[in-house]
């Protein structure tokens, strides 16, 4: 099972910020002391609205009806504003369901030991859940590809927590992952800027990714 974001519980006056226990198997927020991503940490939310940009159901061949919203860059065709690559690369190769379009022809390498990180985006309850496409280099249980969230809310409160882990043996071949959630541990009215991290083990193998979707509709 994949480890899933639960946001870090903290209160202010008359308002829970940024977290809601809703979810299992999730990893609690981590210090910032020593933490190689801090460096990335995405800046405080404007406002308490984030903007709900255009959607549909790309992932209706494989069965999910829901609308969804590509990240920034997040299909690694063309421009990728906001991303930072530290090893990872573009490379030839889609997933092979050409969600986004069928003239697509790259996707995100992220060697051993390497990492990706995406464009901060505004994160409320109306964007729920998040889905992308991964294959593993090696498809041993070993082999993992790690999701890294850093959030900060408008309170000042910021920090990392894991969004979700995938073990090589379910990726041999191109996958999509899972609907996985997102805003929706978040209540009504949190608003927090989020970055993800995309990771591969130093010890594992290389990852392959692609089209990174949110979902903008609350269920």
């Not at 997933?95 to 986004?100: C, K």
């Not at 041999?172 to 978040?186: D, H, N, R, Y």
């Amino acid at each position: 099972m994949p480890y899933v974001i639960r946001w870090p519980h903290k209160r202010v006056i008359a308002s829970a910020v940024a977290s809601l226990s809703l979810l299992v198997c999730a990893s609690p927020a981590a210090a910032w002391g020593g933490s190689p991503y801090q460096q990335y940490q995405p800046p405080a939310p404007a406002s308490s609205n984030c903007p709900v940009p255009p959607s549909s159901s790309v992932f209706s061949a494989l069965g999910d009806t829901a609308s969804y919203s590509l990240m920034p860059g997040g299909s690694f065709e063309g421009p990728t504003p906001g991303w930072a690559f530290n090893g990872a690369s573009i490379v030839a190769g889609n997933e092979p369901w050409s969600v986004n379009s069928a003239d697509d022809s790259q996707s995100l390498n992220i060697p051993s030991g390497s990492n990706a990180v995406s464009p901060t985006f505004c994160l409320t309850s109306q964007l729920p859940s998040w889905r992308f496409f991964a294959q593993a280099g090696n498809g041993s249980w070993g082999t993992q590809l790690h999701v890294t969230a850093l959030w900060a809310d408008r309170y000042g409160n910021s920090g990392q927590m894991t969004a979700t882990t995938l073990n090589g043996n379910g990726f041999t071949t191109w996958q999509a992952t899972s609907s996985l959630p997102l805003g929706s541990v978040l209540s009504p009215g949190n608003t927090v800027n989020v970055r993800f991290v995309f990771s591969a083990d130093s010890n594992g193998a290389a990852w392959n990714i692609d089209d990174v979707y949110v979902d903008p509709y609350a269920r």
